[in-house]
């Protein structure tokens, strides 16, 4: 859950009657190949972790989990209660539901973040990053959802509280497409990886909605669950409050030693999908390490579980 959401929330000021400034969808048409595909299985599941919202997550196991046959279905739902301004539902992106989709229709929804019908989409999903990526990437993301198993399944339409439902038409925007990523560059190539990961969008703290320059990957941003309450870590290389002590062994099998052990009531819990990232590649883990390590140290202390109290 991208919280990253309240985003904005208080961002546009001068909302009133605006309509999103993307354009219609383009004449796209993604010639699909075996190759692509498992390209964008590869980041739709383990980097830009697509399934993390459009699945049913088990919040009975840490890191919650997706649960087996509802990949891509949607369904998780979001409240004021989570801190949300308002309550909707992550749509099902399976064929069942985007068979009448083009595949500019599709494109537009990940990297500018408006629906078939013109309607604003939350920024939970962070189109803002997802529109950086270089065009072939896209495209292969576009490709893997047209294979995932069709899955029958809609949700209610969103409920806005106001002034969020006109702030949210402020929202979406075109992108400019980036470069693929050359592994050959760690540092920029792991400015990459974290741009499809979307890294900064959970760990940079927010002030009235709009994500605190300052604090950019220091983490801080607060998630509500039930039992309590996650913040975000500092992924700067701070030697006290971030991830200065951690060497590139360390950073790699913290990944890949993801469990989803069940939680005991009260017990620690975190929303960051650990499970499906341990599917990302020692070179990509390790290359987002080293742009990690490039980032400017913030000292930021953070509490990563805070238990709600017992009434």
Same mark, same amino acid.
């Given at each position: 859950m991208?919280?990253?959401?309240?985003?904005?929330?208080?961002?546009?000021?001068a909302?009133?009657?605006?309509?999103?400034?993307?354009?219609?969808?383009?004449?796209?048409?993604?010639?699909?190949n075996?190759?692509?595909?498992?390209?964008?299985?590869?980041?739709?599941q383990?980097?830009?972790?697509?399934?993390?919202?459009?699945?049913?997550?088990?919040?009975?196991?840490y890191?919650?989990?997706?649960?087996?046959?509802?990949?891509?279905?949607g369904?998780?739902?979001y409240t004021?209660?989570?801190?949300?301004?308002?309550?909707?539902?992550?749509?099902?992106i399976?064929?069942?539901a985007l068979?009448t989709?083009?595949?500019?229709?599709?494109?537009r929804a990940?990297?500018?973040?408006?629906?078939?019908?013109?309607?604003?989409?939350?920024?939970? @999903? #962070?189109?803002?990053? &997802?529109?950086?990526?270089?065009?072939? +990437? $896209?495209? =292969?993301?576009?490709?893997w959802?047209r294979t *995932?198993?069709p899955l029958?399944?809609t949700?209610?339409?969103p409920?806005?509280?106001?002034?969020?439902?006109?702030?949210?038409?402020?929202?979406?925007?075109?992108?400019?497409?980036?470069?693929?990523?050359?592994?050959a560059?760690?540092?920029a190539?792991?400015?990459?990886?974290?741009?499809?990961a979307?890294?900064?969008?959970?760990?940079?703290?927010?002030?009235?909605?709009?994500?605190?320059?300052?604090l950019?990957?220091a983490?801080g941003?607060?998630?509500?669950?039930?039992?309590?309450?996650?913040?975000?870590?500092?992924?700067?290389?701070?030697?006290e409050?971030?991830?200065?002590h951690?060497t590139?062994?360390h950073?790699?099998?913290?990944?890949?030693?993801?469990?989803?052990h069940?939680?005991?009531?009260?017990?620690?819990?975190?929303? @960051? #999908?650990?499970?499906? &990232?341990?599917?990302?590649?020692d070179? +990509? $883990?390790? =290359?987002?390490y080293d742009?990690?390590?490039? *980032?400017?140290?913030?000292?930021?202390p953070?509490?990563?579980?805070?238990?709600?109290?017992?009434?």
């Amino acid at each position: 859950m991208r919280v990253a959401s309240v985003v904005l929330a208080g961002l546009i000021l001068a909302a009133a009657g605006c309509a999103p400034k993307v354009g219609p969808a383009r004449s796209l048409v993604v010639e699909k190949n075996e190759a692509l595909v498992e390209r964008g299985r590869y980041l739709g599941q383990h980097v830009m972790v697509c399934l993390d919202c459009h699945s049913t997550r088990d919040w009975t196991r840490y890191a919650g989990p997706r649960v087996p046959g509802t990949d891509g279905k949607g369904g998780e739902r979001y409240t004021p209660e989570m801190g949300f301004p308002g309550t909707f539902h992550a749509p099902n992106i399976t064929p069942a539901a985007l068979s009448t989709w083009t595949d500019g229709e599709i494109e537009r929804a990940i990297a500018a973040g408006l629906s078939r019908d013109g309607r604003p989409l939350f920024p939970l @999903m #962070p189109y803002r990053s &997802y529109g950086q990526l270089c065009q072939e +990437d $896209l495209n =292969a993301v576009i490709a893997w959802v047209r294979t *995932l198993a069709p899955l029958e399944g809609t949700t209610p339409p969103p409920s806005w509280s106001f002034p969020f439902n006109i702030v949210l038409n402020n929202i979406p925007k075109e992108q400019q497409r980036g470069a693929c990523g050359d592994p050959a560059d760690a540092v920029a190539y792991g400015r990459y990886i974290a741009t499809a990961a979307a890294c900064a969008d959970c760990h940079t703290k927010t002030e009235r909605g709009r994500p605190i320059p300052e604090l950019a990957f220091a983490g801080g941003m607060t998630f509500l669950l039930p039992g309590g309450t996650v913040t975000s870590a500092n992924l700067t290389p701070d030697m006290e409050t971030g991830l200065g002590h951690w060497t590139k062994e360390h950073f790699i099998a913290r990944f890949k030693s993801a469990e989803a052990h069940p939680v005991a009531p009260g017990g620690a819990q975190s929303v @960051m #999908p650990w499970t499906d &990232y341990a599917g990302m590649t020692d070179q +990509d $883990l390790g =290359a987002l390490y080293d742009f990690l390590r490039s *980032l400017k140290p913030i000292r930021n202390p953070v509490q990563k579980w805070s238990p709600t109290p017992a009434p």
